[in-house]
């Protein structure tokens, strides 16, 4: 093979690379894509697509429940990537012959595969991510007396219209149970069920973490809401066992789940 054959060939392999146009579904898949070094290839995300910090300069196709299809086939794309609750999206992106990949990000297992499927399909090294997750599941820390927990999405001051909690095969029913603990809420029916307040009295946690957002809810009263939880008669009030956790990667189902799993391990141990 001639040097110019050879030449010709690299800048073939070249442009296909310069050429991938990437739009995320998610915030969960534009963190992944970020960390396996193709945040470049990005030309939109979803809304709350705030890490890496270079993310939130990308333009945005709508809510990551509800994306514009009209945004993103306007884009061009290469790859779409989403989750499994943008499946209706993903087929309808199909019709126009838009490349597309859905990821499911459930429990920590989905989110390892999901990874090594999405580095395949770009091409690159996913082992370091991998090794991560993994260090972090092998050093949680247990809890040294066993107890219910109850993890809430979302701080509000009033607790009557309804509570949304991490159900089970879930990663937060995973991370309970790495830690030593078991999920308060034991039915299967659902991974995020919604309870009203009588319900969360009844199953009586031991310990209730709250996982709150500044960036979707910025104007709670967090002092008002922490009281409204303290006045459920329940052993995490008893014991003075209810806390808000605030960090930004704690709802996001991405790579840094290895930073979750650390700090709820932490939480439920002290």
Not at 95 to 112: C, V
Not at 174 to 198: F, H, K, M, R
Not at 230 to 254: C, D, G, M, Q, W
Request: hydrophobic share 40%; proline share 4%.
């Amino acid at each position: 093979m001639s040097i110019k054959t050879i030449f010709i060939t690299l800048f073939f392999i070249l442009s296909l690379g310069a050429n991938e146009r990437i739009v995320s579904l998610s915030p969960s898949v534009t963190e992944i894509v970020y960390a396996l070094d193709r945040g470049d290839d990005l030309v939109a995300t979803s809304e709350y697509s705030l890490y890496p910090k270079e993310a939130q300069t990308l333009p945005i196709i709508g809510n990551y429940s509800s994306p514009n299809l009209e945004k993103i086939i306007a884009l061009s794309p290469t790859l779409v990537i989403g989750q499994d609750f943008n499946h209706a999206t993903l087929e309808k992106l199909k019709r126009f012959k838009i490349k597309t990949l859905m990821l499911k990000l459930q429990s920590i297992d989905d989110i390892k595969r999901a990874i090594t499927e999405l580095s395949s399909e770009l091409n690159v090294a996913s082992k370091e991510l991998i090794q991560q997750i993994d260090k972090a599941i092998k050093n949680a820390k247990r809890s040294k007396t066993p107890h219910k927990v109850m993890i809430v999405y979302g701080l509000h001051e009033d607790l009557r219209s309804g509570i949304y909690i991490a159900g089970k095969n879930i990663l937060f029913d995973d991370i309970i149970t790495l830690c030593g603990n078991t999920n308060a809420y034991s039915a299967n029916q659902t991974n995020q069920p919604v309870l009203g307040y009588e319900n969360v009295i009844a199953l009586n946690p031991d310990q209730i973490i709250i996982l709150h957002s500044e960036a979707s809810n910025s104007l709670v009263d967090k002092e008002k809401a922490l009281l409204a939880w303290h006045l459920l008669p329940t052993n995490a009030s008893k014991n003075a066992r209810i806390t808000i956790v605030e960090e930004s990667y704690i709802n996001i189902p991405s790579h840094r789940v290895a930073l979750t799993i650390e700090r709820l391990c932490l939480e439920m141990s002290r």
